[in-house]
């Protein structure tokens, strides 16, 4: 195993905890990233990696909502195991437009829109969109998860589908969706964490089946060390910044993520077009 790969897989899994749950996007870091820490492995592993590390984000959102998110759990009355119920099946309603459109066009969108500049694009649009939309101060009609309702959740699930865009971030473009719907800051945050879960997962499984099924692809010492590496990395930072984010915004709003989003979209411009 080579130590100096398996640190490469650690940097990245600190950026994939931070950036897949804060609204700023992976994949304007993971451009910047993949500039300046490249892993010895082979094109098919490295895109199958970036997607499966994933894992170990989900499982923090897991762990942190265990008792939540745990219709059996015997501490709950039977309202609350009905409440956690309906609150999956709003998650899986929320899950079919991203579901459907990702499965047609992911390829297609990749292909189009995963390079620097559109990216820079994406990330300085959406920015000037959470700063507009913070600027609007309007009072949250919707303060709590069983106040979703089903055509709402389902909505959120259409705002999921811009996320498809690289650069435009999957926390980013739900997180926004409900806001402008009417829900909290906090609410919208927690709601974008538990619709992670299905696509995310599904992501992984598709990545991980395609690389042993279709491409052929092996895992030798190296690749289980910067696999299991990249997880447990993910997994502790997006511990981490999930509690950050859940902090945060009890005091502030979205505006300072807005402007970061500014910012590095300008550096990705900056650098892929005038200085690479």
Known sequence: MEWIEVLKAALIGIIQGITEWLPVSSTGHMILADEFVKLNVSKDFMEMFLVVIQ?????AVLFLYFHKL??????????????????????????????????????VIHDLFYKPVPVAIALIVYGILFIWLENRNKRPKINELNDLTYQTALLIGMFQILALIPGTSRSGSTILGAVFLGASRYVSAEFSFF???????????????????????????????IMLTGLLVAFVVSVLAIKFLMNFIKKHDFKPFGYYRILLGLVVLLYFVFVR
């Open 55 to 59: 894992f170990g984000s989900i499982l």
């Open 70 to 107: 745990n219709p059996f759990s015997p501490k709950k009355s039977n309202q609350q195991k009905r409440d956690t119920w309906t609150l999956w099946f709003k998650v899986a309603v929320a899950t079919v437009p991203a579901g459907i459109v990702g499965l047609l066009l992911d390829d």
């Open 195 to 225: 619709l992670a879960i299905p696509v995310m997962l599904g992501a992984s499984g598709m990545k991980l089946a395609k690389y042993f099924l279709v491409d052929g692809g092996t895992f030798g010492a190296n690749e289980w060390g």
